[in-house]
Nanobody
Framework: QVQLVESGGGSVQAGGSLRLSCKAS????????MGWYRQAPGKQRELVAT???????NYADSVKGRFTISRDNGEKTVHLQMNSLKPEDTAVYYC???????????????WGQGTQVTVSS
């Protein structure tokens, strides 16, 4: 079974750092764009950052200069380095892959289970 497993969430004070990781598991041949999204209580899920197979990155304006997304294709992993964290970064962070080629054929819009990030002031 193909799935995305996130790790690295937790609680930190404002100004601190966290590193999120998301690993795709299962029989996977190719992975397309990977990304991170977040959802705060009472708000809609929003894009944080994405990275293409060619390492082209895109960031939400609110995290530019503070967060860095990267991927390791060999390990089928995407990371999100979060620095200078603010209380408004508090949310559940979700990993996403837009498409995969697996032993069961293509799969689209795959989500991880989410990991909580809490930033206190």
């Amino acid at each position: 079974q193909v799935q995305l497993v996130e790790s690295g969430g937790g609680s930190v004070q404002a100004g601190g750092s966290l590193r999120l990781s998301c690993k795709a598991s299962g029989i996977i041949f190719t992975i397309g764009d990977m990304g991170w999204y977040r959802q705060a209580p009472g708000k809609q899920r929003e894009l944080v950052a994405t990275i293409t197979n060619g390492d082209y990155t895109n960031y939400a304006d609110s995290v530019k200069g503070r967060f860095t997304i990267s991927r390791d294709n060999g390990e089928k992993t995407v990371h999100l380095q979060m620095n200078s964290l603010k209380p408004e970064d508090t949310a559940v962070y979700y990993c996403n892959v837009d498409r995969m080629t697996t032993h069961r054929g293509p799969q689209y819009n795959i989500w991880g289970q989410g990991t909580q990030v809490t930033v206190s002031s």
